[in-house]
């Protein structure tokens, strides 16, 4: 993991001395939203889901030590064609995506979290990337990179394994989420909002291209993505997240994307 924020403890130490410590209390909840582009059974997909993370009382958000997201059956990662290649972690650490193979990126988001800074909650902003990795224990494994710029500047890597699952959902992605600090006496990073695609967008700041050879030409492509099931379960496509916090206490969200051409239903 690199972390780049010694100047912002510098600067702000002493005016976030007034920041307590999250009340043992409190409460995490949590929601999941998801969805298809396209929504076309039987078609490549890619996977949008995110979730938002409040706490009661307001302002006691507490940071998350792991999340697991569970899939729909039948959406395997293993045969989406997404993770032709793999990214070195040490290579990532160090000099970042550009040390990644273009073939080794699966998806894209941007994650907030909520900074002490002048006695205030700020809200920080990263940029996630998530890599293909080699296998681990017989399990395929990725690599999350996070890159945030202000108030807080600090690159960070950190690890998530594909996990079985039992119906009706089919896999999980397993994360562990690492605890960054901010200044002495303050809490840690606590994340607020999340949002990722999972495979190449048409178009956007979420899309991205691999590499293949046709004639001895590198042409570029967008690569298939994950495969929607050419038959919609009954009640819908079902997702699901546990999220665990740093006092081990564990919140659980639920959502439904709809068969195509039904109205959405939403969980908990």
Same mark, same amino acid.
């Given at each position: 993991m690199r972390v780049v924020n010694h100047l912002l403890v510098l600067s702000v130490a002493a005016s976030v001395a007034s920041s307590c410590c999250t009340d043992a209390a409190a409460s995490q909840i949590a929601s999941l939203q998801a969805s298809f582009s396209p929504e076309?059974?039987? *078609? *490549?997909?890619?996977?949008?889901?995110? !979730? /938002?993370i409040s706490s009661i009382?307001?302002?006691?958000?507490?940071?998350?030590?792991?999340?697991?997201? !569970?899939?729909?059956?039948?959406?395997?990662?293993a045969?989406?064609?997404l993770g032709l290649e793999n990214c070195v972690r040490a290579r990532l650490e160090e000099s970042g995506p550009q040390a990644c193979p273009p073939g080794s990126l699966m998806g894209r988001g941007v994650a907030s979290a909520t900074i002490p800074f002048e006695g205030e909650a700020?809200?920080?902003s990263a940029q996630i990337e998530v890599f293909s990795a080699r296998v681990q224990d017989g399990r395929l494994a990725l690599m999350v990179y996070a890159n945030a710029l202000r108030p807080v500047f600090a690159q960070l890597v950190f690890p998530a394994t594909i996990v079985p699952a039992a119906p009706p959902y089919g896999e999980g992605v397993d994360t562990t989420v690492p605890l960054v600090p901010t200044v002495p006496g303050a809490p840690d990073v606590a994340v607020t909002h999340f949002r990722m695609a999972l495979g190449a967008t048409p178009s956007g700041p979420d899309h991205f291209v691999y590499y293949r050879s046709v004639h001895g030409r590198r042409v570029a492509y967008s690569p298939r993505g994950l495969l929607l099931p050419p038959a919609c379960p009954?009640?819908? !496509?079902?997702?699901? *997240?546990?999220f665990t916090f /740093?006092?081990?206490?564990? *919140?659980?969200a639920h959502t439904t994307v709809p068969c195509p051409g039904h109205t959405r239903r939403h969980g908990g």
């Open positions: 076309r059974l039987g *078609a *490549a997909t890619t996977i949008n889901f995110g !979730f /938002q009382p307001e302002g006691s958000s507490l940071p998350l030590t792991n999340v697991n997201v !569970f899939l729909p059956n039948e959406m395997g990662l045969t989406s064609g700020v809200v920080e009954a009640g819908g !496509f079902p997702f699901k *997240a546990q /740093q006092d081990h206490s564990v *919140a659980t």
